[in-house]
T-cell receptor, first 115, second 116 residues
Framework: AQSVAQPEDQVNVAEGNPLTVKCTYS??????LFWYVQYPNRGLQFLLK??????LVKGSYGFEAEFNKSQTSFHLKKPSALVSDSALYFC?????????????FGKGTRLSVIA | DGGITQSPKYLFRKEGQNVTLSCEQN?????MYWYRQDPGQGLRLIYY???????QKGDIAEGYSVSREKKESFPLTVTSAQKNPTAFYLC???????????????FGDGTRLSIL
């Protein structure tokens, strides 16, 4: 069975500094990995995904994520944080050859960017 | 614009009452999903449907029911058997691509259900 861990409930970073939100996964085979962002009282918005190929994936709003197979990680990064990046971030995984089975989500990491 | 519409945005339930949350999508997606979100617990899967007239239980299906009579619609009923229904409910959909589906799920803006 697949699973996702987001080891940090909360990440605080100063505006303009680089940010990292951590995610590790467990799945048989090569995973499909996703990052989402959620603002208060809103649904989840898709940021980026890893399918195959280049380990560095670029997504919306200047975010990127690095896939590391040996460490089974898919950390979300941004070179320079904005106050408007403050939100709840979710990592998700789907096993390959699993069709439209639901994504498995981590518990989320709350990012707070301080001006 | 294409998207997922959830209604109502806020809903209140009385003791012993069933309530139905609406989810409609115009993305022509085959699969639809219902999640429950509680603070600090992330998203928990209630039910999902990969095709019309078919659906499967998720991790926390007890006290909930669904139907999938149309491709566009996947309503969720919270029954009186669900003793702790206060939560934020999210509906999602995704495109079907066969076995190797790497498409993301798209989410509506949720319904917040509270007990009166």
């Amino acid at each position: 069975a697949q699973s996702v861990a987001q080891p940090e409930d909360q990440v605080n970073v100063a505006e303009g500094n680089p940010l990292t939100v951590k995610c590790t996964y467990s799945v048989s085979g090569n995973p499909y990995l996703f990052w989402y962002v959620q603002y208060p009282n809103r649904g989840l918005q898709f940021l980026l995904k890893y399918i195959t190929g280049d380990n560095l994936v670029k997504g919306s709003y200047g975010f990127e994520a690095e896939f590391n197979k040996s460490q089974t990680s898919f950390h979300l990064k941004k070179p320079s944080a904005l106050v408007s990046d403050s939100a709840l971030y979710f990592c998700a995984v789907r096993a390959p050859e699993s069709g439209n089975t639901p994504l498995v989500f981590g518990k989320g990491t709350r990012l707070s960017v301080i001006a | 614009d294409g998207g997922i519409t959830q209604s109502p945005k806020y809903l209140f339930r009385k003791e012993g009452q069933n309530v139905t949350l609406s989810c409609e999508q115009n993305l022509n997606h085959d699969a639809m999903y219902w999640y429950r979100q509680d603070p600090g617990q992330g998203l928990r899967l209630i039910y999902y449907s990969q095709i019309v007239n078919d659906f499967q239980k998720g991790d926390i299906a007890e006290g909930y029911s669904v139907s999938r009579e149309k491709k566009e619609s996947f309503p969720l009923t919270v029954t009186s058997a669900q003793k702790n229904p206060t939560a934020f409910y999210l509906c999602a959909s995704s495109m079907h691509q066969g076995v190797e589906s790497n498409q993301p799920q798209h989410f509506g803006d949720g319904t917040r259900l509270s007990i009166l």
